[in-house]
Every structure is written in C-alpha cells, then in structure tokens.
C-alpha cells in the first residue's frame, strides 16, 4: 500500500436498520485509519418503501432479533441501542440527510437521524419530528422543511436505490470495497455489520 492510493467504500443503509448502525463505528474508525485516501459514501435503501408493511415494534420477530442478535452486538461494541416504540418508513430521513450533504455537513445529519432512532426512540419518518432533529444539529428546520415538501431530494434517493437494485443488492448493511476509479461491479463486497477487521481486511486488500 502506498500513501497516495485511494479507495472507494460505498455502504447501502437503512437509518431503520440496526446494523446499519452498528457499522458505523467501524466505517468511521476506517475513515480515520486511511484519512483522505479513503472516498466513503454511504447510500438509500429503504427495506420498506410504501406500500410494504412496517414491522410491528410489538411482535415476537423484533424482540427475538435483538434479544439475539442486535443486543449482544451493541454490547461487544461498546453501543446503547434500544428497540425502538415505532417503525417508520424511512424515505423523509434519507432525504433530510441529503439536505445535510448539500450543506457539507452529512455527517452530522447522518448521525443524529441513527441516534435519534436508535437511542432516543423518535419516529424519523414524521416530518415535525425530522425538524426538531435538524434544530437540535443546528440546521435551519424552516428551509429542510421546504426541501421535504417540495420533494427537493426524493429522486436522489430513488436513483441510490435503483443502483441498488442493478447491483442485486437486497440487504443492508452491504458494504463495497474498491480501488478507487473501479467499476462497482468489480468490487468486494462485505454483507452485514462485519467487525473492523474484516472491513480493514478488505480496504488493504483494495490497496495492494
């Protein structure tokens, strides 16, 4: 590896998801190992777009997968999770963050919508409760309040989840790993919240 090769890490999420949440510490940890050479790009993929159902935040298939999976997880990694009194649809949050990004401040956005769900417990697909995020991070509510009316951002997240679908991606987290400038086909491809090793594995792999 040498100091000026660049790597591509592209990673469809849903904010509903919490793997996808759970990967985000190790994305960023990679972010800090690689500083400017590492691109990462984080993508739409709502898991359930109007008119698929919503789980019921209630029913035995939530409380059984983080009772198994997603509780002993947060604890290995060092995360508070909690599952959360409503499962909203997603697609208003993913436009909020590209409002973020049109400011330059996706990170911000980005993590606060994750907290905001996971920690905090608040339907991020009511528009009021989006506002009130988006003030408590210092954005101007009153302008992402007119992005989301006026639908300023829904085609970029359809265009990230239709490059989803031509890549025959069907769950989140799914991470690319790739020599930056290489074609997305040609990239690895980790599924899951995989642990920081195996994330580095591949980023050193797409390096060498």
């Known amino acids: 590896m040498t100091d000026d090769t660049r790597i591509a890490l592209d990673i469809w999420s849903d904010y509903v998801c919490p793997f996808c949440y759970l ?10 190992e690689f500083g400017p050479r590492l691109d990462v790009v984080w993508h739409a993929f709502e898991l359930r777009p109007d008119p698929v159902p919503t789980l019921d935040p209630n029913g035995d298939y939530l409380h059984t997968v983080w009772n198994r999976s997603v509780y002993p997880m947060a604890a290995e990694r060092g995360m508070r999770l909690q599952l959360p009194p409503v499962q909203p ?7 909020a963050v590209c409002f973020a990004k049109d400011l330059g401040r996706f990170d911000d956005m980005h993590l606060a919508l994750f907290r905001g769900f996971f920690e905090q417990g608040r339907d991020i697909g009511d528009s009021g409760e989006l506002m009130r995020i988006a003030e408590e991070s210092g954005f101007d509510s009153k302008a ?6 006026g639908g300023r951002y ?14 025959g991606i069907s769950g989140v987290p799914l991470m690319l790993v790739r020599p930056a400038g290489q074609a997305l086909e040609a990239a690895v491809a980790l599924r899951g919240a995989v642990p920081y090793e195996d994330l580095l594995a591949a980023a050193r792999r797409a390096a060498s």
């Open 23 to 32: 990967e985000l510490p190790a994305a960023s940890r990679l972010q800090r």
């Open 89 to 95: 649809r997603s697609r208003k949050a993913f436009e």
């Open 154 to 167: 829904t085609q970029a997240v359809l265009q990230d989840e239709q490059q989803a679908h031509d890549l």
């Open 144 to 149: 992402l309040r007119q992005a989301l009316e």
